[in-house]
Every structure is written in C-alpha cells, then in structure tokens.
C-alpha cells in the first residue's frame, strides 16, 4: 500500500500543491507550524535519508526550496529547512521530505 505522500503525489489524497515538475512537489503542511510551512518531497518514493541513494533529486530538491523562499517572500527575512529522520526526530511520515519554515521568527536550538 503506497505511503501517504506517495498517496498525496499521486492525487488519491488532496493538498494544497505549491510547485510540481516530474520529480518533485512542494504542499504546504496540513498543521502549519510557522506562516510558511512547506513540505518538499521527491515524487518517487524514498523513506527516509537511510534509504536516499539518488543524489541527484537533492539537487532538484533544494533548487525548489530556493525558489520558494523568494516566492513565499522570506528569503530576506530568513527561513528554517528541516528534515527529522527516525524515532529521536520524530519522523511521521516514511516518505523523505523537507521542510521550509519561515514568516516568523524561529527559536534555537529545537526542543
Ligand atoms: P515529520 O514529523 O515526518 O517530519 O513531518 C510530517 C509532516 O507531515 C507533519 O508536519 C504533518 O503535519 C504533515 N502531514 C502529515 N499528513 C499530512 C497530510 O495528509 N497532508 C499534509 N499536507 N501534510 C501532512
Ligand atoms: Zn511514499
């Protein structure tokens, strides 16, 4: 059974798609931590860093993210990109994905 982004990759799950090409799609996050909270994934499906063997996607990965920034308009006032891998981070979903955070300001170190 394909995994929830794999479900929201493929259309079978709504979401509010903010940037889609043939590897990559970007949706703002169902339970927005910050004003900007984009979860940025590759389309085929990787679960988690451990399984990441496709460097090239991380290319693609991160140009999007760049441009997001400046589109969402925080590239200026500053932004967070996270990813938690595994049980001490708290990963939920077994489908990598970053995560673009920004429009406030963000405290440090995380809890
Ligand atoms: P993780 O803790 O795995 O790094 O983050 C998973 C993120 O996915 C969470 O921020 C959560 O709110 C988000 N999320 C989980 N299910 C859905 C969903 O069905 N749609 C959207 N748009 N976000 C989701
Ligand atoms: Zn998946």
């Not at 589109?71 to 077994?94: F, L, T, W």
Request: aromatic content about 6%; glycine content about 6%.
């Amino acid at each position: 059974m394909a995994c929830i982004f794999c479900k929201i990759v493929n259309k079978e799950i709504p979401s509010s798609v903010v940037y889609e090409d043939d590897k990559v799609l970007a949706f703002n996050d169902i339970a927005p931590q910050a004003p900007v909270h984009v979860l940025i994934i590759p389309k085929a499906h990787v679960a988690s860093m451990a399984e990441l063997e496709d460097m090239e996607v991380v290319r693609d990965l991160f140009s999007v993210m760049k441009r997001l920034a400046e589109e969402k308009g925080i590239a200026k006032s500053g932004y967070r990109i996270v990813i938690n891998h595994g049980k001490d981070a708290g990963q939920a979903v077994p489908h990598l994905h970053f995560h673009l955070l920004g429009g406030r300001p963000l405290t440090w170190p995380p809890g």
